[in-house]
Nanobody, 126 residues
């Protein structure tokens, strides 16, 4: 069983930055690729980016390239989402999720993921 806990959300002004953390615990936590997703008010949950189990492959959706960065510290079993130049449209609940993928890669497809955190709220507002 795997547990994921997101933290670091909060209220930030437009143009500001936040770093979210996803703490992963359980058996063989470093076997898993991690994806970040978000669900805005009245919207469906969408994939943002992901990182493979070794941390050397990433996959970013076009709308976050240049503003969001994913990284992981397997010694701490933590994956980070650095978000810069935030916009009101980034307001959402942010989730991390985990899946073990043969081939040490990652994908941004929600239905591929087996384990989910509870989410952390990010609000971008002046």
């Amino acid at each position: 069983q795997l547990q994921l806990v997101e933290s670091g959300g909060g209220l930030v002004q437009p143009g500001g930055s936040l770093r979210l953390s996803c703490a992963v615990s359980g058996v063989n936590a470093d076997w898993f690729s991690i994806g970040w997703f978000r669900q805005g008010p009245g919207k469906e949950r969408v994939g943002l980016l992901c990182i493979n189990q070794d941390g050397d492959r990433t996959n970013y959706e076009d709308f976050v390239k240049g503003r969001f960065t994913v990284s992981r510290d397997n010694a701490r079993n933590t994956v980070y989402l650095q978000m810069n130049n935030l916009e009101p449209e980034d307001t959402a609940v942010y989730y991390c999720a985990a899946v073990h993928i043969v081939g040490n890669m990652c994908v941004n497809r929600e239905h591929e993921y087996d384990y989910w955190g509870q989410g952390t709220q990010v609000t971008v507002s002046s």
